[in-house]
């Protein structure tokens, strides 16, 4: 997820080292005297008051998560996985990362104001997410785009492996960092704004949150990330067959251009350079009736070739 509004560094709490020798001042808008954390996994901070606000406003009460050391490690683990242009990235661009108790998304990544024109970036957790595998939040997610109760006998789940959530929630997340840095989807101010297309964007979007003429299914509109809504859990066979007809990954991957971009980057990085799976299983009664596995979509395979950058020499 990404927010887009502009938060003010004057509510960032900063982050002090053990021995008070750093302040963290911005990626770039070092301080005399003092030192910025180089490793980004150690950039751990609270959340900008204004991230804090916006769960309140919508009724929930987060708080400030304390990290364990296992905590520690697995983020650790799971920025070292990042892909090398990601890496470099966070370096120059990460503001800071932040952990929460009760709130209601995964996560959410926001613009902070530096000392200087660099961009950087707060991205906010949730907590909870730290001790779940990948298949587990990815099929919590998916499940919350069918109204089960209609027919209890179908089951939804999404094989992905038993890595940790982190390593697939920071790749999307730090992918909106790079989007936001490198613009490969185009900015825009109004999401209703026509403007003219990336390589990744053409053909596959017309508007930053419309796809392409050819892609629009009047099934697929009524889906949770671009109605808002659920669909009958009976209906799930044929949303995979005409989300195959698309060159979507994901069913979130149809909200907007930067999730798309954010779920193409994650899902190959997971399927094609970690080995793990990734494929959506419908059943019924136990018995397997539809398998969506995005990366064996020929449309998928002919975008492949965009992500290349992310792996080139840094
Ligand atoms: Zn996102």
């Not at 508007?207 to 669909?231: A, W």
Request: glycine share 4%; net charge neutral.
């Amino acid at each position: 997820m990404l927010m887009k509004k502009k938060l003010s560094l004057g509510y960032v709490k900063f982050l002090v080292t053990a021995l008070g020798l750093f302040l963290w001042a911005g990626v770039y808008g070092q301080v005399p005297g003092l030192v910025v954390e180089q490793n980004p996994a150690k950039r751990v901070a609270t959340a900008p008051e204004s991230v804090f606000k916006m769960f309140q406003e919508a009724g929930m009460a987060p708080v400030n998560h304390e990290l364990t050391a296992l905590e520690v490690m697995k983020i650790e683990k799971a920025f070292a996985a990042l892909p090398p242009l990601h890496q470099k990235i966070l370096k120059g661009h990460l503001h800071s990362i932040s952990f929460m108790d009760n709130m209601p998304n995964t996560a959410l990544t926001s613009p902070v104001e530096g000392p200087d024109s660099t961009k950087t970036f707060n991205i906010t957790f949730r907590a909870g997410i730290l001790h779940e595998t990948i298949s587990e939040w990815a099929t919590w997610k998916e499940q919350t785009c069918y109204e089960a109760s209609t027919t209890p006998t179908y089951e939804i789940s999404i094989e992905a492996g038993d890595l940790d959530a982190i390593v697939y929630i920071l790749l999307h997340e730090a992918t909106h960092v790079l989007d936001a840095v490198l613009e490969i989807t185009p900015p825009v101010l109004d999401q209703a704004d026509l403007v003219e297309p990336t390589p990744l964007t053409e053909g596959v979007w017309y508007k930053m949150n419309v796809p392409n003429e050819k892609y629009i299914d009047s099934l697929l509109e009524k889906t949770r990330f671009r109605s808002g809504k659920k669909v009958p859990i009976e209906s799930a066979p044929e949303v995979y067959k005409a989300l195959l007809k698309t060159p979507f990954v994901s069913l979130y991957g149809m909200a907007s251009w930067s999730e798309d971009f954010a779920e193409l980057a994650t899902i190959y990085h997971l399927t094609k350079k970690m080995n793990q799976p990734f494929y959506v299983l419908v059943r019924k009664n136990k018995l397997e009736l539809t398998r969506f596995e995005p990366m064996k979509n020929k449309l998928i395979k002919r975008r492949l070739k965009q992500l290349k950058f992310l792996y080139r020499e840094q």
